[in-house]
């Protein structure tokens, strides 16, 4: 028995560190994509660490990051940006930002009931952990996540803003044309 667990703990979190967990989804942060009733019936995702070490992630995909403000929690919530991607941000102190290098902009799904980048700004992307790939409990709602953005978050520069400085004018009207 004592060699089952001294050969078994190993293993377990070899396989926790390289591949990855389980993780229970608390919050009304990423609805309607998780947690889409407010019941108090909680999703379970499965949290790739594989996909997350070459730290290359994709806009859209679904994130497990160490809060920025709260370095004993972890939070998960949507890639909107990556560096050197220009973003119309929701109540955040500026109203256009670039993301700079090593950095991503996240946010919940449920806009307005989120702490996140336009919260607390850019997050490094070395505090993302693991990128969430399928909802694993309950039965019912077994499903690969997708990764997709919301049509009104696609970065500026690829709605075709320009990459100079950005006048907000610009930025808006080019907006305004496609909305």
């Not at 997708?146 to 690829?158: A, M, Q, T, Y």
Request: charged fraction near 25%.
């Amino acid at each position: 028995m004592l060699r089952a667990v001294a050969v078994g703990i190993p293993i377990g979190l070899t396989f926790v560190d390289c591949f990855g967990y389980v993780a229970k989804v608390e919050g009304i942060s990423m609805q309607p994509a998780l947690n889409p009733d407010s019941n108090g019936n909680n999703d379970f995702v499965f949290l790739s660490r594989w996909s997350s070490r070459s730290f290359r992630y994709n806009r859209g995909d679904m994130v497990s990051l160490i809060s920025p403000k709260d370095p004993s929690q972890k939070i998960i919530k949507r890639i909107i940006a990556l560096e050197g991607d220009l973003i119309r941000t929701i109540g955040y102190k500026s109203r256009y930002i670039r993301i700079p290098e090593g950095h991503c902009w996240v946010e919940g799904d449920h806009t307005g009931h989120s702490l996140d980048s336009n919260f607390f700004g850019p997050v490094a992307i070395g505090l993302v952990t693991a990128r969430a790939s399928q909802i694993v409990w309950p039965p019912n709602r077994w499903q690969q996540l997708k990764s997709e953005l919301p049509s009104d978050r696609i970065p500026l520069n690829l709605r075709g803003v320009s990459g100079r400085r950005v006048d907000s004018s610009e930025a808006t009207d080019k907006l305004d044309t496609e909305e």
